[in-house]
């Protein structure tokens, strides 16, 4: 019986350790098989100059989307697009699954944001002032854009543009899709209030694309009208049915919504207080405007920075941008970003970019033109030389309070290493060490010819 006993116990042991292996192999299988899949998804090889792939036309304008399947949008975890509306042109309301962040490229407009649960604060009576006549209309907030305006929208917030002026209103915006605000799958969605899009949501990679209609048509006329209280053929109305026009209309007539006057171009910053409250808290800020730069040089350029420090609506998308502008033959001295990915995206000129990887690879080395659009990630260090007149990018960070760090210059990290690490870590003598620490004394922008800004902190 003992002898049994302990054959038995030999047994389940042996069975135990066979299953555990096995568990083991299994489990070192699909770690194997998920780093095929996904585990080197991020250490790119090779990063690309990425182009629209697809359009959706419309009535007064179109839509230009990237292809966020594209491994570098992907790892970043972003989609991208263009918007173009031509004059009288009107993108009408849309709210998305992920916040935005976006930037002015071209023109002017109106532009306004519905905010669950605020109040209308942009009120016209009836007589023109409040004489207890009523109202003609009462709307949230209207606010005047212009070149340069970078503006910050939470996910589910519900955008309406409209150009004002005589030239086509270019904005270009960046979906932060990996954000937490968006509960769904890694897929930029709109949602129209107004207007359809008859091409469909091709971003989404469906084998049959059907026309994506707004958010009224799904619902039965009889209900809307009954949420309403208005006649039917009204609520059949707002199902826009039969409506090509797509998301931007033209406007008939005079768009005459409630707004204040534009007071100059300098635009008038909030620090009463009542930016505590996310109904008046400030989602637009212009970085254009060089006197707001945090780096400038005449000769070299300027550098103007977008955080949640200077835009506290940041915070809620933790997304940040950089307005960058080179002359000719200037440079951003080799950095890299600490805690983000970087989305650059071309406004003007062409630059000579090279960015080299974990594995010390230059993965880009060439030129990028106005349009273009360059996905870095976090930690790969780049190189920017200008090759125009002047060259122009606007880049946004996936984090709201972005960090750079320098390769080379006065706040540099080999500035930090004592003269000992690099002359072993190289194999050069003291003097070329000192050379390589003290040589440059710019923190950003340099001249590529090699000259030393030695009276500059740029």
């Known amino acids: 019986m003992g002898k049994s006993s302990s054959l038995l116990s030999i047994a389940i042991t042996l069975l135990l350790l066979v299953h555990g292996y096995r568990a083991m192999e299994e489990e070192t299988n699909q770690q194997k098989q998920w780093q095929g899949q996904w585990g080197n998804e991020c250490q790119l090889d090779q990063l690309n100059v990425l182009e629209p792939s697809h359009v959706l036309k419309c009535e007064a304008g179109r839509i230009e989307i990237w292809d966020h399947h594209a491994p570098q949008l992907r790892c970043s975890g972003v989609s991208f697009d263009r918007i ?29 944001r519905v905010i669950p649960g605020c109040a209308e604060t942009f009120m016209d009576s009836a007589g023109g002032q409040w004489q207890g006549q009523g109202f003609r209309d009462m709307h949230q907030k209207v606010e005047h854009l212009r070149r340069g305006d970078t503006i910050a929208n939470p996910a589910g917030i519900s955008q309406w543009i409209h150009n004002n002026g005589n030239e086509p209103l270019i904005i270009v915006s960046v979906f932060d899709i990996g954000n937490n605000q968006n509960q769904l799958d890694r897929n930029p969605r709109a949602f129209h209030l107004a207007g359809n899009n008859p091409q469909g949501q091709v971003w989404l990679r469906k084998s049959q694309q059907e026309p994506q209609n707004n958010m009224f048509s799904g619902f039965d006329p009889q209900v809307l009208a009954q949420a309403f209280k208005i006649k039917l053929n009204t609520a059949q109305q707002l199902q826009n049915q039969k409506d090509n026009r797509g998301n931007i209309v033209r406007v008939q007539g005079p768009f005459g919504v409630i707004r204040p006057p534009v007071r100059g171009e300098q635009r008038q910053e909030q620090d009463n207080g009542l930016e505590e409250t996310f109904c008046t808290m400030r989602c637009t800020d212009n970085l254009d405007d060089p006197s707001r730069a945090d780096v400038y ?12 420090y200077t835009l506290p609506m940041l915070r809620f998308l933790r997304l940040s941008a950089l307005r ?41 080395d060439q030129q990028i033109s106005k349009g273009q659009l360059l996905a870095i990630p976090q930690g790969f260090a780049v190189a920017k030389t200008a090759q125009s007149e002047r060259f122009e990018w606007i880049s946004f960070k996936t984090n709201d309070n972005a960090k750079i760090n320098t390769l080379a210059g006065r706040t540099s990290v080999l500035r930090g ?25 710019e923190t950003t922008l340099t001249h590529s010819s090699g000259q030393s800004g030695r009276r500059s902190d740029a």
């Open 84 to 112: 173009v509306i031509e004059p009288q042109g009107l993108y009408l309301p849309t709210y998305f699954n992920a916040p935005k962040l976006s930037f002015v490229v071209n023109g002017r407009g109106l532009m306004g």
């Open 297 to 308: 040089k005449p000769q070299l350029g300027y550098i103007s920075t977008l955080n949640s």
């Open 324 to 364: 960058g502008s080179l002359r000719n033959d200037a440079m951003v001295l080799p950095h890299w970003n600490v805690n983000a990915n970087e989305i650059l995206y071309v406004t003007n000129g062409q630059a000579h970019v090279q960015v080299v990887n974990d594995n010390g690879n230059r993965v880009f």
């Open 417 to 441: 290493l004592p003269l000992e690490v690099l002359t072993n870590g190289f194999q050069i003598s003291v003097e070329e060490a000192r050379r390589v620490k003290f040589n440059t004394l």
